[in-house]
């Protein structure tokens, strides 16, 4: 199993960054890939950035060129940079993680996993 707490969200101008961070524990050598999704007031959670093991990225069009997506394994932390917020970014920021098959000789059975979120609120 692993467990994920987001934190870095809050109340800021447009124009402005953020960074928000997502803490990984548990079966952290069992987790495939990594990623950040939203989710705003009645629409669907889409994908925003992901990243795999070795580092390779993956954005949404609309978050190219303002996200970036990082990790620090040595802190098992997944970072989500945003510059120049949008009031159209405002929305719960979930970190997910793709966890399972065979890693090291063993067999993790496949799943996903969700944070509880972190809040992102932009104004004009």
């Known amino acids: 199993q692993v467990q994920l707490v987001e934190s870095g969200g809050g109340l800021v101008q447009a124009g402005g960054s953020l960074r928000l961070s997502c803490a990984i524990s548990g079966s952290i050598s069992a987790i495939n890939l990594m990623g950040w999704y939203r989710q705003a007031p009645g629409k669907q959670r889409e994908l925003v950035a992901r990243i795999t093991e070795a580092g390779s990225t993956e954005y949404a069009e609309s978050a190219k060129g303002r996200f970036t997506i990082s990790r620090d394994n040595a802190k098992n932390t997944v970072y989500l940079q945003i510059n120049s917020l949008e009031p159209e970014d405002t929305a719960r920021y979930y970190c997910?993680?793709?966890?399972?098959?065979?890693?090291?000789?063993?067999?993790?059975?496949?799943?996903?996993?969700w944070g509880q979120g972190t809040q992102v609120t932009v104004s004009s």
């Open positions: 997910n993680a793709d966890f399972g098959g065979w890693h090291s000789g063993r067999f993790y059975y496949p799943d996903v996993y």
